[in-house]
Structures are given as structure tokens and as C-alpha cells.
């Protein structure tokens, strides 16, 4: 009977929120301008609300909680990368934004094809971003099955049920482009900081009183949970400041991110959205006061146990209608990132590996089919996939950054930078720091830059920018910041 009520409204949330935005996109005409992009149309508030929607997933949700549970101040780092990354953010995603419009574009690899004259570099990044998208997915699809888990009571296997919602999921994206996603994200955002304010707040009152009588019985328990280790121990000083900025550079890399970028309406929209977009992190704070609420109330969880931590405890101390609510806006913090996520995947692939964005509808699909492949063979926490997609998708930073400021560099410089740092960052994978407790990934950035910049300094620097794509005339590199 529990399992059935929890059930029940996560379903009718689920439900109800692909129709809403079904219904708020009926009117629009779905080219492949619209599909992708909205049209560029956006405001500041749609856009605020779609950028939130694909930053607040699954990994805020539970792996947040996850890692206060399991890990103590290290989860700090979770605060603290977003806003650095909107601030470094707001002094180049503008200019994109002008090239963008400018020369409709619609991918990172449609802008380093455009700045660096290279085809086969935008074919590369192109499948680089898809092979750590397809990972990212499943990040979602694992926050899906926990939260299905826990709202079936552990009575049902949530396999197929979080097949069965993530299919709905890529024909609604299918169906919908990205202004569907931009509409969902209304309801999606609202319910998901409700949940959160409940989980850190509410929580903490209902079982000690106050959060901060609760933080004193985490202190008491475990004196040093609050306090960063040593500069280069695990999960140190070190780790945290390398991670924290790696993940600021890395965070706008992603295709999911350019593409909504490119769908606002001017360049003081993504100004004003940048501006305000570190208020999310709010939501990051509650849910770390729910993960160390959760270690006090359910203790003794394990490894990828933990993201599921703060939801037990909902399960076993409040009514099904309560935890349905809750799971309800989990569902939806997996299901609508994954969706955005489908339709930046499918876009690179299809406009610039197969040349032609009418491919981007069929290989959404295509792509939520290999994600839940992938999800069935691969299970980790939720914090770990993350880190490993965010350690591949920075390697594109310098490529981005050099292109909007240094005249010199060229596609052979950033293409053998990117490939270095891959390289580096696959082996050391499975290593916890890199030298003197360096976040591993930071390491690789490192080795590309210095690649980069080397290969740069010994070529010749050619007057203009070829451009890769036909029927757009070249420009001078002095002129990228105002094309």
C-alpha cells in the first residue's frame, strides 16, 4: 500500500510535467532551429530556469548528500565550483554567444570549426563529447533507479521502470527539442527546491531540534567531519582547491550548456544569467545538511549506498505521500538534465560528424538506447561518475579560451593538447590524487596546456582564420570578440 501511494505520485508528477511542457510547445513549428536551439528566442528568466534544470540532477540531488554522508568536508567542493565556474564564465560566454549568433552555431565544435579552420578537429571533439556524455547519462539513469528503489519501498526491481521512464523521456526530448525541456524545467526546479529545503531544513528540526543542534551531534561524534586533511591527503587541501578549479573551467564544456547558450536572445541575457545562476547553489547547502542529517539517522551505509542516504530516511520516518512527493522531484532532477543531455549529444554528432542536424531527432534515441546499455554494465557513485566526465569535458578549455585571445594558436596546437590530456587523464583514472594530493584531472589540463602552447610557439602564425564551414566568409582573429 505505501509503495503503491509513492508510486503513484511520482508517477503523476512525471506524467503531468511531460504534458505541461507538450502543451506549452504545441505551437511552435519544430525545425531544426527550434529543435535545438529555440529559435535563440529565450529570455533571462527561460533560460535561468533551463540553465538550473540541467546543473540541478541527479548528482545535486543524492550525490551531494552522498558525499557529506561519506566523505565530510570534501563535499564542500560542490559549493564552491559552480559560482567560480558561472564568474570565469561571464568573461567569455558572451563573445560566444555574439560568434554564435552571428554565425549559427549551435555546438563547441561548430565554434572550434569556425575559429580553427578544422573539420577533423569539430569531428574529434564532437565524438569526445558524445563518448562522455553517454557516461553522464547513466549518472542520471543511477540517480532514477535509487530514487524508484526507495519509492517502491525496495519491493520492486526499478530496472525496468527506469527503462521504461527514460524511453518516455527521449521521445519526449524527441518530441519536444529544447524548449520543452526549458518549460518542464518550471515545475521540475520548483518541486526539486521544495524537496530540498525540506530535506535540509525540515530533517534536521524534525530529528534534532535545529541544523545547528545537528551539526553539534556530528561534531560530537566526529570531531574532525567539518575540517579538509592535510594539503596532500586524500581529499585534502590540495584535492579541493585543484578540483574546485578544474570543474569551474570544465562545467560550461559541456553541449548541453553551449546549447543553451546559444538559445538566449541576446548577449545581456547570458550576462544577467550568469550573474545570477550561482543563487543555485543554495540548493547544493540544503542538501548537504541533509546527507549529515542522514549519517546521524541511518547510519552505516557503504560506498554508492550513501546517495541514497537522506531518502531512507524520509522512507522510514514520514508517510508515502511525503516520500512520493519527494521521489517525484528526484525523477524529475534524472530525467529532464537527461534529456537536455540526449538532445547536446545527438546535436554534435549529427551536425558535425554526419554533417546535417535532421540526423540530430534519430540519434537521440539512438543515444538514450546506449546510455542505458552502458548503465546496466557500469555502477558506481554518483560523485565518481562526475568527476571522471568532468576530468575529459575541461580538456576543451584551453582550446576555447586560446581561441577568443591568442592570435597564435592553431588547430594542430589545440587538437595535440586535447589528445594529450585524454590520454593523461585515462591513466590516471583510477588513481585518488595526482602528485601532492593535484586533483588528477587538473594534471592532465596541465599537460595540455603546456602542449598547446609549445606546438603554438613553434608554428607560423597565418594571417587570417580559415573557416570550416562553407558559405561563411573568414574573419580576422583580432575581430573574434565582435564578429
Known sequence: MNAGVALGIVAAIVFGTIAFALVSVRRFRMDPEEFIVGNRSFGSLLLWILLAGEIITSFTFLGAAGWAYGKGAASFYIIVYLPLGYIIAYFYLPKVWKIGKARDLMTWPDFLAIRYGSKGLAIGVALLQFCLIVPYVTLQLTG???????????????????????????????????????????????????????????????????????????LAIKPHWFQLGAGGSQYGTMWFMTTVLLNAMGVTMFPNIIVSIFAAKSEQTVRRNLIFMPLYSV??????????????????????????????????????????????????????????LLLSASTVISKNVLGHTRWTRPMVLLCAILALVLWFFAKTTLVDILLLVYNGMSQIFPAVVFGLVWNRVNAWAVGAGIITGEAVAVSLLHATSGPWGVNTGLCALCVNVVVCVLIALCSPQPATVAVGQPGIAPFQRRNMSSP
Open 283 to 340: 540548493v547544493v547547502v540544503f542538501m548537504l545538511l541533509a546527507g549529515f542529517t542522514a549519517m546521524l539517522v541511518v547510519p552505516g551505509l557503504q560506498g554508492s549506498a550513501a546517495d541514497q542516504s537522506y531518502l531512507l530516511a524520509i522512507q522510514r520516518y514520514f508517510p508515502p505521500w511525503l516520500l512520493g512527493l519527494v521521489c517525484g522531484a528526484g525523477c524529475l532532477a534524472a530525467l529532464l538534465p537527461a534529456s537536455v
Open 144 to 218: 532514477l533507479q535509487i530514487v524508484l528503489t526507495i519509492a517502491g519501498y525496495g519491493r520492486y526491481d526499478a530496472h525496468v521502470a527506469v527503462g521504461a521512464a527514460f524511453l518516455l523521456t527521449a521521445l519526449f526530448v524527441f518530441t519536444a527539442g529544447l524548449r520543452g525541456a526549458a518549460w518542464a524545467s518550471v515545475i521540475k526546479d520548483s518541486l526539486v527546491l521544495a524537496a530540498a529545503v525540506f530535506a535540509g531544513i525540515a530533517l534536521p528540526i524534525y530529528f534534532f531540534g535545529s541544523p545547528a543542534n545537528m551539526i553539534a551531534h556530528v
